[in-house]
Structures are given as structure tokens and as C-alpha cells.
């Protein structure tokens, strides 16, 4: 007979999203049966197993321990809590800019509560370099940004699941299969059992982006999809960087390209970090770490700049081309690719010979090629036309030397259709965090949690 148990509410996915549904109902709503189902493990069991000596690859483990776990994608990231509505998502056009702020600054105050405290929080307000950025047709972004550093956010998670685990229910290397309505229920099936709950929170983030299409197309809620980042991640020494980061440790930036007039920002910035390999279904692409550990710390700084691809009707698979580019990276170089500026502008491939000679020493063992053969010229162009731009603020980032790994990818699910409560057309299913389309952030993800735990604690009382 099937194992099937029966909650008050389901949350499906214990990323950030996830775990703030949960913490919130708990806390609002203490009565409550509450089971969280996620696909990867528990927080202390999440290890990948690429250590850059015997494994150097994906070796595509049937969960990925780091997208997948308790602290969702979030759960190895550095931890940067960025405050404010003009990126990270767009929570604010269902909820309102103001309720928006809100709830980031309470969840930056639950973090700083389970140890998170002594961390910095940095803030774009009265800088002089916003004016320097308008000077050079580049834009700064505003926000305020809590860095936890990869190392603290661990240990806020480690604390956030410690008091979780006392009231609510969670189930680990469950992955969720079917998600269907039984009357006025939700029933969560997955191997080995099922679990019915009347109100049902899916908070699947990227990783759980094809499931989630299928239960949308399966209960008829309708989505759409045309958006993908593409770009490369810039590696360069922290001194060049180092006035925007001190002052600010994550800028974003954004240049009009004088080509094509395409928007290309900064996007993701460690300063004195490190670069790192991402696995998304199977496709390497790049990324960053930095650590609050001054032991770790190391002596470049990198960033990612990206160019957004909107698509028009009839192309509907925008994720589908940014796989692609990346899975040509791949092809060409079994991983990430990485070039030097100067090789990159007389259109030649970098060796490792030119890499080792030069004098950023990468922080990624990264495949020396040629990006060019790699990324369309629209996009490329655009990240030179960028990178001659941050020179103007930053001199020394167009240098010979600087390196470019490619590529970096940033997939946006498609947006699903929900009301202003993140509700769905059906009646207790909310969508909330990456997987919705709402959010691409650690903070807003969160918030999207609190809001809609909120609502659902509104409806019990
Ligand atoms: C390397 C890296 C660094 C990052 N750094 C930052 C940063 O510094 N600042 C920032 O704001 N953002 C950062 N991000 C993005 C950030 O991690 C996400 O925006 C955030 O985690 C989204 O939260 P979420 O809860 O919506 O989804 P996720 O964190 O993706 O969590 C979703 C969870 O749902 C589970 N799941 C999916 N499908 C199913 C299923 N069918 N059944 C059961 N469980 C399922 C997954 O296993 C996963 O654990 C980073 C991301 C990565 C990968």
C-alpha cells in the first residue's frame, strides 16, 4: 500500500524561497502541519564531488548537490542580499516597491539574527561614483547590499534549519514527480509515497525549471518565456576594482552599447574572490565566489558581464539558446573557456603558455582557448565595447592580461501567470521565488516566502 501522508501545507523546494515560507508560517501559524519536499539533500550532506584534481568535471550525480539541498542554489553562493527593486526580480509589480523593501530588510534581519550579524551591509546611497558612471555613460544601479560571504551564509542556513527542524517536517532526496489537484487539495507524488496538503507552496527555483513547466502545462496556468543572459566572467587584480568595492562591494553597472544598443551590466561581483565552475542540467557554465574569511580572500577580483537577449514571437525557447552557446563552450574546451583580453582583440586563442606568462594568475583551472568561435559577435561586441567602458572608471580592466571565462549564463524561468497574491488560478497554489519568474535573487526569492506566508496565515486566521 502507498505510503501518503496529509499536511496543511506542502512547500515544495527548500531553497531560499522555501525555507521562508517555512519560517514565517511557523512562526505565524504554529498549529500548522507543515512538510517541506526537496530533491536534494540536507544542508551537511551536500558535497560535489568536482575537486579539481581527480574529478575536474560534471560527472552528472543524479541530484546536483550544489544546485539542489537545503539553501536551494543559494546554499554554496556568496551570499549577497541585495536590497532593493531595480534587479533581482520584479516582486514589486505584484506586491507593491514599498511591501517589497519591506520584507527584504526582515529578511535581512532574521539573517543577521542567526549569524549573520557581524557582516557588512554596503549601500549605493550619496556615492560619488554614481556621478563618475554618468560621466562615462554607464549607470549605476541603486541598493543596499548585506555580503554574508559564502562561508556565513552557510552558517545562517545551518542555524535557520536547526530552529526549523523543531515544528516542521522536512523530506530530503524527494523529488517531486507529479504535482496534481485531488478535489480541493494538492497531492505531491514522488518515489515511494505521496503527500496530500490543502494549500501547496512550489518554490523550485532554476533547477526545477522543466519540472515546473510541466506542472503548469498539466493544471493549465499559463507562462511565458523570452528572456537569457549571456556573457563572460571577468577575472582582473582586486587593486583595479578595488575604490568601487571597498566603497561598495557589488556594483551594478550598466552600458548602452553604441552599436547595437544593448544593455550590458555587471553583474555578480567578488571582490578578492574566486571563479567557479556551475553545473545547470549537465552544462558548465562560470560563475563567482568571494569569502568574508580574509584567509581565503585572494588577489583578484571578478565580476560577470552579461547581455540580455529578449526574443519575439515566433521564438519562444530563449533558455534553449543560451544552453546552446553553452554547450559549444563546452564542446570546444570540455568545460569553461578561458582568454586573455589581449588575445581576445588581436584574434588569436589564449595557450596556456600566454596565461601563464601574463599577470592575472586565474583563480579557475579553465581550458585556454578562444571565445570569439564561441559567442555571437552581437554579444561579444558588446562585452568589449563594455569592458573599454569600466576602463574609463576602473583603468586597467581593458588590460592584455585580463581574463574572460566563458561562458556565463543566466536562465530565466519562464514567468508564471499569478495574481498579486503569487496565487495561482488554483485555489492554494502559490508559485513564488526563481521558479516563478518573480524573483533571481537570494532577497526577493526570500521575501516572495514571507509574503506568501503571510497571505496564506491571513486566510487561516
Ligand atoms: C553559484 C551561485 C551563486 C549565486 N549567488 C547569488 C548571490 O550572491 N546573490 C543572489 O541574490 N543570488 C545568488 N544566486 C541566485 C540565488 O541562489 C537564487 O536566486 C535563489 O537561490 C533562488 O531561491 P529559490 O528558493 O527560488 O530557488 P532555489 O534556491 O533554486 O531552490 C529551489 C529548490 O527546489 C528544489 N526542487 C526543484 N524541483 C523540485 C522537485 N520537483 N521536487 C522537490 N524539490 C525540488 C531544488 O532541489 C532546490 O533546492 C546564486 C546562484 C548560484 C547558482
Known amino acids: 500500500m502507498e505510503n501518503r501522508k496529509k499536511y496543511d501545507v506542502m512547500i515544495i523546494g527548500a531553497g531560499p524561497g522555501g525555507i521562508f515560507s517555512a519560517w514565517e508560517l511557523r512562526h505565524l501559524c504554529p498549529d500548522l502541519r507543515i512538510a517541506v519536499l526537496e530533491a536534494g539533500h540536507e544542508l551537511k550532506k551536500r558535497k560535489c564531488p568536482i575537486d579539481g584534481e581527480k574529478i575536474k568535471t560534471c560527472i552528472g550525480c543524479r541530484v546536483c548537490s550544489i544546485m539542489n539541498g537545503f539553501g536551494g542554489a543559494g546554499a554554496f553562493s556568496d551570499g549577497k542580499y541585495n536590497i532593493t527593486n531595480d534587479f533581482g526580480g520584479t516582486l514589486y509589480r505584484y506586491i507593491g516597491r514599498e511591501k517589497a523593501l519591506e520584507l527584504m530588510h526582515y529578511v535581512d534581519r532574521i539573517n543577521t539574527s542567526h549569524g549573520g550579524g557581524g557582516t557588512h551591509m554596503y549601500s549605493t546611497a550619496g556615492t560619488e561614483l554614481k556621478k563618475v558612471c554618468m560621466q562615462n555613460k554607464l549607470t549605476l544601479l541603486e541598493a543596499s547590499v548585506r555580503h554574508l560571504g559564502t562561508d556565513i551564509n552557510y552558517v545562517v542556513l545551518e542555524n535557520l534549519y536547526e530552529e526549523l527542524l523543531s515544528s516542521v517536517d522536512f523530506f530530503f532526496d524527494t523529488k517531486v514527480e507529479s ?46 518565456s523570452n528572456r537569457v543572459d549571456i556573457g563572460v566572467r571577468v577575472e582582473i587584480p582586486a587593486v583595479i576594482f578595488s575604490h568601487i568595492t571597498d566603497e561598495l562591494y557589488e556594483s551594478k553597472i550598466v552600458y548602452r552599447t553604441e552599436k547595437f544598443e544593448d544593455n550590458v551590466r555587471t553583474f555578480c561581483m567578488n571582490p578578492r574572490g574566486i571563479v567557479v565552475n556551475e553545473n545547470t542540467n549537465g552544462i558548465i557554465t562560470v ?44 564542446m570546444l574546451g570540455g568545460g569553461v573557456i578561458v582568454q586573455r583580453f589581449g588575445d581576445l582583440e588581436r584574434g588569436r586563442r589564449s595557450t596556456r603558455k600566454r596565461i601563464e606568462e601574463g599577470t592575472v ?11 570569439s568561435l564561441v559567442l555571437p559577435k552581437r554579444i561579444l561586441d558588446g562585452i568589449i565595447e ?3 567602458a569600466l576602463d574609463r572608471i576602473a583603468p586597467g580592466t581593458a588590460n592584455d592580461d585580463t581574463l574572460l ?9 519562464m514567468e508564471v501567470e499569478v495574481d498579486r497574491n503569487l496565487e495561482t488560478l488554483h485555489k492554494g497554489l502559490y508559485m513564488i521565488g526563481d521558479g516563478s519568474g518573480v524573483t533571481h535573487s537570494l532577497s526577493h526569492a526570500s521575501a516572495s516566502g514571507v509574503y506568501v506566508a503571510r497571505r496564506i496565515a491571513e486566510r487561516e486566521a
Open 405 to 413: 571565462y566563458g561562458v556565463e549564463v543566466k536562465f530565466y524561468n
Open 179 to 224: 504535482l496534481a489537484k485531488n478535489g480541493e487539495e494538492y497531492l505531491a507524488s514522488f518515489e515511494g509515497g505521496s503527500i496530500l496538503a490543502d494549500t501547496c507552496i512550489v518554490s523550485a527555483g532554476r533547477s526545477g525549471s522543466k519540472w515546473l513547466e510541466k506542472v503548469c502545462s498539466d493544471l493549465k496556468i499559463p507562462t511565458k
Open 361 to 371: 594568475h586565474p583563480t579557475l583551472n579553465a581550458t585556454p582557448g578562444d571565445l
Open 386 to 388: 563594455m569592458i573599454y
Open 287 to 330: 560563475n563567482g565566489h568571494s569569502f568574508e574569511d580574509e584567509e581565503r580572500k585572494t588577489e583578484n577580483t571578478n565580476f560577470a558581464l552579461l547581455v540580455s537577449k529578449h526574443f519575439s514571437e515566433p521564438f519562444k525557447d530563449s533558455n534553449g539558446y543560451g544552453e546552446s552557446i553553452a554547450r559549444l563552450s563546452n
